[in-house]
């Protein structure tokens, strides 16, 4: 990623988990246990997992929440994030930091049979290089969860989004953040994004299958759960 949006995510850290609760009207909460809750369902349990732009941990730590035993590595290319997140973890074993860009991770192949992501994806520089990333990283048979602003294709969806992101985001986020243009970037960012569908063949391009796609607070977000191949 690049270093503007690196500096960025810095200058925003301190209020991101404030903004983010605000914005969503505190749904981000359920949309992280949701999407857990949709990778376990089949009786899937995590062992050792990969948290990409982690932020401030809080997937992660929905993670450890539903899966105790898993080892948890919180990759972030925001040291002032993954300072926060480090906090947020306190004395809980299981949890590890690393800063790194989510384009060039420093793990081997097949390392976790888990990776999560929630709302990193479109601020890569390449999505379709972070999927090949992800795809990399998971062991054939793990998955990988993604929950995302994905760009609407029905009616009342696409209302739902653009009151939100046009509206919401950058209001919200950047009365609470002091950072209206932090908030405006991700309001571009979100605007630009793939739709879910769309997303749904880049993983299939790129060594996964069995996308299976839930709608979170009628498709403002939507959670993406892959199989590796």
Not at 115 to 126: A, H, I
Not at 153 to 163: E, F, K, P, R
Request: charge should be positive; glycine fraction near 8%.
């Amino acid at each position: 990623m690049s270093q503007k949006i690196q500096s960025m995510f810095g200058r925003i850290a301190g209020t991101y988990d404030e903004a983010n609760h605000s914005l969503s009207f505190n749904q981000d909460i359920s949309w992280r246990k949701s999407s857990v809750a949709q990778m376990m369902k089949d009786g899937f349990v995590p062992s050792k997992v990969l948290d990409l732009c982690a932020g401030t941990g809080d997937f992660a730590l929905v993670v450890k929440e539903k899966a105790p035993n898993a080892q948890v590595v919180l990759a972030d290319f925001s040291k002032p994030m993954l300072v926060l997140a480090k906090n947020k973890g306190g004395a809980q074993t299981g949890l590890a930091y690393v800063e790194s860009d989510a384009l060039k991770l420093p793990f081997p192949d097949m390392t976790f049979d888990t990776v999560v992501c929630g709302f990193g994806m479109r601020n890569l520089d390449s999505l379709e290089k972070g999927v090949k990333e992800m795809a990399r990283m998971l062991r054939p048979g793990g998955k990988a969860v993604v929950l995302e602003f994905f760009k609407p294709t029905g009616l009342l969806a696409g209302l739902s989004y653009v009151v939100y992101v046009n509206a919401i985001m950058p209001m919200r986020g950047g009365a609470i953040s002091k950072d209206k243009d932090a908030y405006n970037y991700l309001r571009d960012s979100a605007k630009g994004f793939v739709s879910v569908k769309e997303f749904k063949q880049l993983l299939e391009k790129n060594g996964f299958k069995d996308v299976h796609i839930e709608s979170r607070t009628m498709g403002v977000a939507h959670s993406v759960v892959a199989v590796r191949k």
